[in-house]
C-alpha cells in the first residue's frame, strides 16, 4: 500500500538520514542532503493536513511525558485524514519483563544492538533503568534554585502499547495496533534502518560493524560533535527493544485534554515562586509555554 499525496515526515531522523521523498524535523540540518525542517516536534512549521506520513523511530522517549502530548496534537494538526503515523520506542513491557524475569539473553541481545553502551556496573537494575532514564543533551537538569546544573538527560520516559494506544486514540487515532518489525501495509515501512551502500537489511549499529566497513561515527569531545562519514536510510531499527505502534488520523482535536492534570499543574507549581520566575527570567528561560 502507498501513501496518501502530501508531505512524508520523519520526525528527529539525525542529520546523517535521506530518504528520497522524505523531510526530516530536526534540531540540526542534514548534513547529507536531506531535506530538513529545522524545529520541535510541538511546534511544527507545516499547514495544517500538509501531511501524508510521519515517522518517529526513539524520539518520544527523549520528550517529557506532559509535552509529549502537545506533540500529539501538532501531529494530529499537520497529518491529513487517514494520514499514518509509526512510532518506534523502547518497550516498557518487555524491559520490565525481562528485568523481572532475569532474561539474560534479552539482555545480551539488548548489549549487542547498543553497541555495549548500556550501563553495566549495576547489574539488571542498572541496565533497566539507563533505558527509563538516561544521559544527553537533549533535557537539562538545575536545582531549584538555578544555581547547580546536575547533568543532561537524553531518556526520560518509557511506554508500553497500551499506553500509547490511550494517547494515539485520545488525539484523533484510529486503528491503532503494535506491529512487529519490517511489517507494514505501507511498502516503505517494511525496509529497515540500514547504511546507505550496505544490504537493506538490519544490523546491530555497533562500532564492531563500523570498523568492518571502515566507517566512523564517535563523538569527538575537542569539537564537541559526532563525526561520521556514512549516510543512513530506511525506518525500522533496534527490533529487541523496540515497540512499533502504527494508526491512522481518524479526526481533528484541537486542544490538549491532558487527564492527569493536578500532576501536570503540579510539575510547573515552582512558576508560583517569584523568585523563581526571576532567576528563569535573568537566564532568558521561557516561562510562557
Given at each position: 500500500m502507498n501513501f496518501l499525496k502530501g508531505i512524508k515526515l520523519n520526525v528527529g531522523p539525525s542529520p546523517i538520514w535521506r530518504k528520497d521523498g522524505w523531510v526530516g524535523l530536526d534540531?540540526?540540518?542534514?548534513?547529507?542532503?536531506?531535506?530538513?525542517?529545522?524545529?520541535?516536534?510541538?511546534?511544527?512549521?507545516?499547514?495544517?493536513?500538509?501531511?501524508?506520513?510521519?515517522?518517529?523511530?526513539h524520539v518520544i522517549e527523549h520528550i517529557p511525558h506532559y509535552k509529549f502530548e502537545k506533540c500529539l496534537l501538532e501531529f494530529n494538526r499537520v497529518l491529513k485524514n487517514d494520514g499514518v503515523i509509526r512510532i518506534l520506542t523502547p518497550d516498557l513491557f518487555r524491559i520490565s519483563k525481562a528485568y523481572v524475569e532475569k532474561d539474560k539473553v534479552f539482555f545480551k541481545k539488548l548489549e549487542q544492538e547498543?553497541?555495549?553502551?548500556?550501563?553495566?556496573?549495576?547489574?539488571?537494575?542498572?541496565?533497566?533503568?539507563?533505558?527509563?532514564?538516561?544521559?544527553?543533551?537533549?533535557?537539562?537538569?538545575?536545582?531549584?534554585?538555578?544555581?547547580?546544573?546536575?547533568?543532561?538527560?537524553?531518556?526520560v520516559y518509557l511506554y508500553d502499547f497500551q499506553m500509547l494506544k490511550i494517547l494515539l486514540k485520545r488525539y484523533g487515532f484510529k486503528n491503532i495496533k503494535e506491529k512487529k518489525f519490517c511489517e507494514s501495509n505501507y511498502d516503505e515501512f517494511n525496509e529497515p534502518l540500514h547504511i546507505d551502500g550496505l544490504k537493506p537489511k538490519w544490523v546491530n549499529l555497533n562500532q564492531k560493524l563500523y570498523k568492518k566497513h571502515g566507517l566512523i561515527n564517535s563523538y569527538n569531545p575537542k569539537k564537541q560533535k559526532y563525526e561520521t562519514n556514512f549516510?543512513?536510510?530506511?525506518?525500522?531499527?533496534?527490533?529487541?527493544?523496540?515497540?512499533?505502534?502504527?494508526?491512522?488520523?481518524?479526526?481533528?482535536?484541537k486542544k490538549l485534554d491532558i487527564k492527569d492534570f493536578d500532576n501536570y499543574i503540579y510539575s510547573k507549581s515552582l512558576l508560583d515562586n517569584p523568585e523563581f520566575r526571576k532567576k528563569c527570567k535573568k537566564l532568558s528561560i521561557d516561562i510562557t509555554k
Open positions: 534540531h540540526k540540518s542534514s548534513r547529507v542532503g536531506g531535506e530538513t525542517i529545522l524545529g520541535d516536534s510541538d511546534n511544527i512549521k507545516l499547514k495544517s493536513k500538509s501531511c501524508s506520513a510521519i515517522f518517529s523511530s547498543a553497541g555495549g553502551l548500556h550501563r553495566k556496573d549495576l547489574g539488571f537494575g542498572g541496565i533497566t533503568m539507563n533505558l527509563h532514564i538516561s544521559s544527553g543533551q537533549d533535557t537539562a537538569l538545575f536545582n531549584n534554585q538555578l544555581t547547580e546544573f546536575i547533568g543532561g538527560y537524553a531518556h549516510v543512513m536510510t530506511g525506518f525500522d531499527r533496534n527490533p529487541t527493544m523496540s515497540l512499533i505502534v502504527e494508526a491512522q488520523k481518524s479526526h481533528d482535536v
